[in-house]
């Protein structure tokens, strides 16, 4: 009785000890493994992405490289305020947080101001038409002129205080002036030649 005791003593103690090896290689595994992830992502281990909006690309790609960050052109726009080649935008945006590594996306000012076409209006148009025409292409509107003629029927488009044709190209942006009718009819006068020579006969 006493040996079959002690065999059932020692099974659970080699039953107990197994459990107590998986669980503390279980704990090991588990510990090196999060050990791994956070040397792997750099857990906690962050860069505060500086400011380099105004600085020439190359002045950009060099403060960003000395602290472990890479950079990217993500676009070009135009900043008449602004140098060309110059960073207009940064992604991410100053002050973030940023692991190592990470790519900065830049926006560099292209130096090129932005043209835009005038359309045909000017006797192919009325005023409504015209005015959402000119502003869906970018162009900023001036208070309209009204002269003579059909009522908003557009008779000119003026830039700068001049009439502009069709076609022409101007900055994006600019400011426009429509020339429309304002209803009066228009008095057509003939003119006479005074170098016509009239028969005597035709009085008679």
């Known amino acids: 009785m006493a040996k079959g005791k002690n065999g059932k003593i020692s099974g659970l103690v080699i039953i107990l000890l197994n459990v107590l090896a998986i669980v503390v290689i279980g704990t090991i595994l588990v510990l090196v493994t999060f050990k791994w992830i956070k040397s792997y992502t750099l ?8 400011d380099v909006s105004g600085m020439y690309e ?3 790609k060099q403060a960003l490289a000395a ?3 890479k950079y990217e052109v993500l676009d070009y726009k135009y900043d008449k305020m602004m140098v060309e080649g110059g960073v207009i935008e940064q992604k991410p945006k100053p002050g973030a ?3 190592d590594g990470r790519k900065v996306y830049l926006t560099l000012n292209s130096g090129k101001e932005p043209m835009k ?4 209006l000017a006797d192919n148009s009325s005023l409504r038409a015209a005015e959402s025409r000119l502003q869906a292409a970018g162009f900023k509107l001036a ?3 009204y002269i003579d003629g059909d009522l908003d029927w557009v008779y000119e488009i003026r830039y700068q205080g001049e009439p502009i044709d069709a076609g022409t190209e101007i900055p994006e942006g600019s400011t426009l002036t429509i020339v429309v009718g ?4 228009v008095e057509v006068i003939e003119d006479v030649d005074s170098t ?3 028969d005597a006969d035709f009085f008679e």
């Open 58 to 60: 190359e002045e950009a």
């Open 117 to 120: 076409t005038i359309p045909d």
């Open 43 to 50: 857990h906690g281990q962050y860069i505060t992405v500086p």
């Open 67 to 69: 602290i472990g960050l």
């Open 143 to 145: 208070p309209t002129v």
């Open 97 to 99: 947080f940023v692991k």
């Open 182 to 185: 304002n209803g009066t009819p």
């Open 196 to 198: 016509a020579i009239i």
